[in-house]
């Protein structure tokens, strides 16, 4: 199972939107509604973001915001903030017996 | 509050052997699935294993397939990952995570393994 296509990097000035694209296949991000996004800070546990392509966990405000179309998922920070610097990692199910991919990474930098 | 916390990493030659452990507290241990994921020095992440509830059924990623078993105590609230014939490139901070509903909702902060001579 290859991992899921990232931006190696993507950059904003605060109060902008950005997106960040996961690419996968059908058998996997095209396959399934279990797209996750997770956000991590230097020398931090990731943390959910994004599940189920579009849901958001409790506490994470919303100005984050996902989608889908075929086999790419996207996260889009809107009103980029400071704090969001951080590196970004989706993940889809897969239905194989290798049940999770993630994807390479995405470097969020705040201008 | 959801707590995980992993122990056990350190420095090991290649070929020998660590085992890893994740305490848990805040949630019904019992009836969750859970999962150890890596993440190797300045790289990306990478699933490893997951165990059902009743440790029925395991998953494993290809690289570590039979060098590495997952296990779980549901008396003690805790998780482990047995792992041998280490390789250089099983260096990684390995977390342990909740693994609810095809994601995962809390993750511990981690615990360093390296293979090195």
């Known amino acids: 199972q290859s991992a899921l296509t990232q931006p190696a990097s993507v950059s904003g000035s605060p109060g902008q939107s950005i997106t960040i694209s996961c690419t996968g296949a059908?058998?996997?991000?095209?396959?399934?509604?279990?797209v996750s996004w997770y956000q991590q800070h230097p020398g931090k546990a990731p943390k959910l973001m994004i599940y189920e392509v579009s849901s958001r966990p409790s506490g994470v405000p919303d100005r984050f915001s996902g989608s889908k179309s075929g086999n790419t998922a996207s996260l889009t920070i809107s009103g980029l903030q400071a704090e969001d610097e951080a590196d970004y990692y989706c993940s889809s199910h897969t239905g194989s017996s290798t049940p999770y991919v993630f994807g390479t990474g995405t470097k969020v930098t705040v201008l | 509050e959801v707590q995980l916390v992993e122990s056990g990493g350190g420095l090991v030659q290649p070929g020998g052997s660590l085992r890893l452990s994740c305490a848990a507290s805040g949630f019904d241990f019992r009836n969750e699935w859970l999962t150890w994921v890596r993440q190797a020095p300045g790289k990306g992440l990478e699933w490893v294993a997951n165990i059902k509830p009743d440790g029925s059924e395991k998953y494993y990623v290809d690289s570590v397939k039979g060098r590495f078993t997952i296990s779980r105590d549901n008396a003690k609230n805790s998780l482990y990952l047995q792992m041998n014939s280490l390789r250089a490139d099983d260096t990684a901070v390995y977390y342990c995570?909740?693994?609810?509903?095809?994601?995962?909702?809390?993750w511990g902060q981690g615990t360093l393994v390296t293979v090195s001579s």
């Open positions: 059908s058998s996997d991000v095209g396959g399934y509604i279990y």
């Open positions: 995570a909740r693994d609810w509903g095809y994601r995962m909702d809390d």
